[in-house]
């Protein structure tokens, strides 16, 4: 596979429209959440027509559910479906996880355990999402707060298996492997280290926190990326070689331009690692 690469780009969100639009800033594309543009009409889909014109774009879902029992949800597939005929995103993703059961949606990326049952149950699942969408998809890894008595693998053997089983593409978030190796207590490289490399088409970078008593860490997406996962990612970068990343922020959401200072710091770190221009 030839791992396509747009350069470092940022989460697309409602309160950067304007700026977007009137500054133009040096963003090389951004990624949108899909179920924000799964809808009728509206100021979103407006704004989305007129900088989908400008930047390159990739879409990112939270409802796929990919790992639920539940048969797959055919009303949420045609709509992703007609988004993507709209958008004609580079590429789509979402995670590799389960968000609802029996009917009820729980607004939460929960994870499973990591078995060879579960990976086959994953995989014919993405099977037949790639199948009618007629594309691959990216599946992410969750940051992890609990794990299970039942587990046979690793969770890095797990993503692995589940996107050559699939054939799917992965979507490397390195914060959420700096969390779970501390919640966890694993090596975050040896994680990184074990994931089959031409499949990684992403990677994503947000902030994260700790609990009131300082005894979990937590991917939060609420302040800027910690040094310690800048370190993370130089040596991604160093393993990996080029691959378009990008900045996750969902609250306490700064201005555009503070934004911008940050995706400077990750196109020091490219150019650093691949040799290139910053």
């Known amino acids: 596979m030839n791992r396509p690469y747009l350069g470092f780009g940022l989460g697309l969100r409602k309160e950067h429209y304007d700026s977007v639009l009137e500054d133009r800033p040096a963003v090389d594309w951004f990624e949108i959440l899909s179920e924000n543009y799964m809808v009728k009409g509206g100021k979103p889909l407006h704004y989305l027509d007129r900088i989908r014109q400008e930047y390159p774009m990739v879409m990112h879902g939270v409802s796929l559910s990919i790992g639920s029992t539940d048969p797959l949800n055919r009303t949420y597939l045609k709509d992703l479906k007609a ?51 007629g594309r691959r998809i990216l599946l992410e890894n969750l940051s992890s707060y609990v794990s299970f008595l039942d587990s046979e693998m ?3 053997e797990f993503v692995s298996e589940v996107a050559k089983t699939a054939d799917c593409l992965l979507l490397l978030d390195v914060n959420n492997v700096y969390v779970s190796s501390i919640n966890h207590g ?66 306490n959401i700064p201005p555009l331009a503070e934004l911008m200072e940050e995706l400077q710091k990750l196109r020091e770190i490219g150019a650093s690692s691949w040799g290139t221009d910053a």
Not at 218 to 226: E, K, L
């Open 154 to 156: 690793s969770e890095w």
């Open 186 to 251: 694993f090596e975050p490289m040896e994680y990184i280290c074990g994931l089959p490399p031409d499949r990684i088409w992403q990677i994503h970078l947000a902030g994260h926190t700790t609990n009131a008593s300082g005894s979990i860490m937590i991917d939060t997406h609420d302040m800027p990326i910690r040094d310690e996962v800048l370190e993370l990612y130089s040596q991604t970068c160093d393993l990996l070689g080029p691959v378009s990343s990008m900045i996750e922020r969902d609250d």
């Open 83 to 133: 988004l993507i005929n709209r958008v004609q995103p580079e590429w789509i993703s979402d995670h590799l996880c389960w968000t609802g059961v029996g009917g009820h949606n729980f607004h939460d990326l929960l994870p499973m355990p990591y078995t060879r049952d579960i990976v086959l149950h994953v995989a014919d699942r993405v099977q037949q999402v790639q199948d009618y969408l």
